[in-house]
């Protein structure tokens, strides 16, 4: 197929690990009671930061797949509200979340059946391509913004 390469290298660009951090390694072994703290008054949680990539990604997903799907406001609906208690379940959430998205996105990048620089039917001109190479970059840029939040919380071990 001669879109093989193009596939496996997106695939791969989702996973992260070459140029970037993985989603696995850069969640890895987060101190439960830093998960919510913010290093400075103006820098997100890693909590925040982690539930703005999912939120991002599903929106992204979502509006790649389904016609029906309103994108939440921005900027507000794509950062979670404050909190001052983040729960195990709310973490948990996030971060199942974001895997199952992601694998979402991965098996659209998988399904030769469909034309990746095809336009999206309801897309305003949009490919396929394009909203999984923006997801990829969004994820890219955020979980390093979340790796250097863990080094300022002393949180981050090479």
Request: hydrophobic content about 35%; cysteine-free; proline content about 6%.
């Amino acid at each position: 197929m001669k879109d093989a390469v193009l596939r496996k290298e997106l695939r791969e660009l989702l996973q992260g690990g070459q140029a970037h951090v993985t989603p696995e390694r850069a969640l890895a072994e987060i101190k439960p009671e830093l998960r919510n703290v913010r290093p400075a008054p103006d820098l997100p949680s890693v909590w925040e930061v982690l539930e703005h990539i999912r939120l991002a990604q599903e929106d992204i997903l979502r509006y790649t797949r389904d016609a029906s799907w309103k994108s939440p406001d921005w900027p507000d609906g794509y950062w979670p509200g404050s909190t001052e208690k983040l729960t195990e379940e709310m973490w948990s959430a996030s971060v199942s979340g974001f895997f199952a998205d992601l694998n979402a996105v991965i098996d659209l990048v998988q399904d030769t059946s469909r034309d990746l620089t095809d336009q999206i039917p309801h897309g305003e001109g949009r490919t396929y391509l394009r909203e999984i190479l923006l997801g990829a970059d969004h994820n890219a840029y955020h979980f390093g913004q979340l790796v250097q939040i863990r080094k300022l919380l002393g949180n981050w071990s090479r």
